[in-house]
């Protein structure tokens, strides 16, 4: 049973518009949640967070808005710039201590010039 | 840069073989974790780490163990490869009492 689901494989976005990304959850136990940004042959590098005491989270152009009540939370981007391209994994936590992540399929943004 | 290092960095081994990755951080960091990427999957938790001898089972630690003897580095040891052990594997972090982790930079492993 996949907890966190990010239902968009791909998305395709022009350049300098905006890129929104989704992640959605079923585990209620959630209380913190991440976006990590992978390129092809490195590790997830980690771009932003939120707490489940926040709906919003902001850091320059990137964005992550929570719904605890829809179990939903997305990234925003923007401007997009052509860097912007990669995989973007959603992830949740649900305890602290040791975190044990639970990571989404993946959702792979291509910017287009 | 979290001071991550993985090795060996890619790996062809033969089904039924024993294989070692081994993964070193400079930076005492208490909380360790290996993850396992597959398309479709995302990265999913084999074993974790939260200190010397420490260590606990992660969501797919079947036919995985792991030892910690030294605070920098956390193995990660296939008894017996099997194909379906084929994946990149990520080592991963936590500094300090937060959320975030930080990951290094895979390892490739091809079982044949």
């Known amino acids: 049973d996949q907890q966190v689901k990010q239902n968009s494989p791909s998305l395709s976005v022009q350049e300098g518009r905006i890129s929104i990304l989704n992640c959605d959850y079923t585990n209620s136990m959630f209380d913190y949640f991440l976006w990590y940004k992978k390129y092809p042959a490195e590790g997830p590098t980690f771009l932003i967070s939120?707490?489940?005491?926040?709906d919003k989270n902001e850091d320059g152009r990137f964005t992550v808005f929570l719904n605890k009540s829809a179990k939903h939370l997305s990234l925003h981007i923007v401007p997009s710039q052509p860097g912007d391209s990669a995989v973007y994994f959603c992830?949740?936590?649900?305890?602290?201590?040791?975190?044990?992540?639970?990571f989404g399929q993946g959702t792979r943004l291509t910017i287009n010039p | 840069d979290a001071g991550i290092t993985q090795s060996p960095r890619h790996k062809v081994t033969e089904t039924g073989t024993p294989v070692t990755l081994r993964c070193h951080q400079t930076?005492?960091?208490?909380?360790m974790y290996w993850y396992r990427q597959d398309p479709g999957h995302g990265l999913r938790l084999i074993h974790y780490s939260y200190g010397v001898k420490d260590t606990d089972k992660g969501e797919v630690s079947d036919g995985y163990s792991v030892s910690r003897s030294k605070t920098e580095d956390f193995l990660l040891t296939l008894e017996s490869a099997t194909s379906s052990q084929t994946s990149v594997y990520f080592c991963?972090?936590?500094?300090?009492?937060?959320?975030?982790?930080?990951f290094g930079p895979g390892t490739r492993l091809t079982v044949t």
């Open positions: 992830a949740a936590s649900a305890q602290v201590g040791a975190q044990k992540l639970v």
């Open positions: 991963a972090i936590t500094p300090g009492q937060g959320h975030e982790q930080y």
């Open positions: 939120i707490s489940s005491i926040k």
């Open positions: 930076e005492n960091h208490r909380y």
